[in-house]
């Protein structure tokens, strides 16, 4: 027998390793990739979308992940593994028929889901939600490691998001962070001292998940739908579950400060409703006003005055929230410029009113910064394993591609006080 050699046609190169950044939450699964020196770009997790729901479908013969899971939240809730990923480790299990996943397995077949669009990576780092313990997010590792994950290390969200920020655009001082998933709203004291990035205090609070916002904002359709109709889409699982699926793209309609369609219909009836932005805001105005009262228990626990509100775009689109920061850090604002102006004049007094920002980020700011993460641990700066209190920040403030990051973090809505 002879053995033939593979050959690898001389216009046929082998494909680049490259890092990637991979960011999961209890909503979904996103990723970047790219080389160490290079600005990372984003890698489709799904077949037809960038990223992966973070669901498990228990309807067919195998577990499915991702959509089909998704697909089933609100039709058939008891065949459907959502909001797993908080109770890792927890004797938590979702059954039917004979499927019985904990949260742990739960996990495993996302990361199973996952390893054929990581395939190619050298290394990758993951941002992981900061409600995690410390042990859970050891067992998230042994996960990657049992799915043939080349895992550098993990790192707090909110620290990934601050560490976006600040590639993008440097301040010094105090920022609050906000993030929201399905599980729960966090918000997060981050603190940029000399070369540092230093997580002080954190909280979340699970019954401001974006579950829950968006269950208000289908109760709020609900009723405006009986009142014209006289007729409840909840009573449909299928007009329920695909009026759902609309308020993804409705939150970006309503971002913008455009009126929201909203088309439902079962094979005996059709009805089309048109809701205002302040009529979307009214509908969680309850909601708003617990995260703001929420997050300035976090502001009022800095020790120096607050710098920055960095939002990450799944609570930057929530109806009202950021008018209602906005409105919190004026009101902030003055107290501690009038301190100041007893000392050192009014000359301080409008400095300090003009040093607080609110920006929100874009959707792949923390993966982008795991990518950033993954090359310095490549390179040796930065030793493997869990980044969970502080990120040594990177010696160039000012890198090649900082323009570039800046315009992809930050999304063009910015409140200068």
């Known amino acids: 027998m002879v053995w033939a050699r593979k050959t690898v046609p001389a216009n046929k190169a082998e494909p680049q390793p490259v890092l990637v950044g991979l960011d999961i939450n209890a909503s979904r699964a996103r990723a970047v990739q790219g080389p160490v020196q290079a600005m990372p770009r984003l890698l489709p997790l799904a077949a037809t979308a960038d990223e992966l729901p973070m669901a498990v479908s228990l309807a067919g013969r195998q577990p499915e992940v991702g959509a089909a899971g998704a697909a089933l939240c609100r039709i058939m809730p008891h065949l459907t ?8 480790g927890q004797p938590k299990e979702w059954s039917a028929g004979r499927h019985r996943l904990d949260a742990l397995k739960a996990v495993g077949l996302v990361f199973d889901s996952l390893q054929p669009a990581l395939d190619n990576a050298r290394g990758i780092v993951v941002a992981v939600p900061g409600y995690l313990s410390r042990a859970q997010v050891l067992l998230l590792m042994s996960l990657a490691e049992k799915a043939r994950f080349p895992a550098l290390g993990l790192v707090q969200a909110p620290l990934a998001n601050a560490l976006a920020a600040h590639r993008a655009e440097p301040w010094s ?38 579950r829950v916002w968006k269950g208000c904002l ?28 609309r308020l993804e793209e409705a939150l970006d309609t309503c971002d913008e400060g455009k009126a929201v369609e909203f088309f439902m219909q079962n094979s005996h009836w059709y009805q089309h409703l048109l809701l205002r932005p302040e009529e979307m805001v009214t509908a ?28 990450s775009r799944a609570a930057g689109r929530l109806p009202g929230l950021m008018a209602a920061l906005h409105e919190m850090v004026t009101e902030c604002a003055p107290s501690a410029a009038a301190e100041g102006s007893e000392d050192f004049g009014e000359d301080l007094l409008q400095e300090r009113a ?9 959707p792949g700011a923390a993966a ?3 990518h950033e993460l993954a090359a310095r641990i490549q390179r040796g700066d930065l030793p493997r394993g869990y ?17 570039d990051a800046k315009e992809r973090t930050f999304r063009l809505l910015s409140f200068d006080l």
């Open 81 to 88: 593994c959502i909001d797993f990923l908080a109770h890792v």
């Open 173 to 210: 001082g105090p920022a609050l962070v906000l993030d929201a998933d399905d599980h729960a709203l966090t918000a997060a004291a981050v603190v940029a001292e000399g070369h540092q990035l230093g997580l002080q205090a954190m909280q979340s609070w699970p019954h401001l998940n974006l």
């Open 218 to 245: 289908l109760d709020a359709i609900a009723d405006r739908c009986i009142r014209q109709s006289r007729r409840d889409p909840r009573d449909t699982p299928a007009a329920e579950q695909a009026l759902y699926e």
């Open 284 to 311: 969680v105005a309850r909601l708003v006003q617990q995260a703001v009262q929420a997050s300035m228990k976090i502001v009022a626990a800095m020790p120096a005055p607050l710098h920055l509100v960095l939002v």
């Open 354 to 362: 003009l040093s607080t920002r609110i920006l929100v980020q874009g």
């Open 368 to 370: 982008e910064a795991a």
């Open 387 to 403: 980044l969970d209190g502080a990120i040594p920040l990177p010696k160039s403030e000012h890198p090649p591609s900082a323009g």
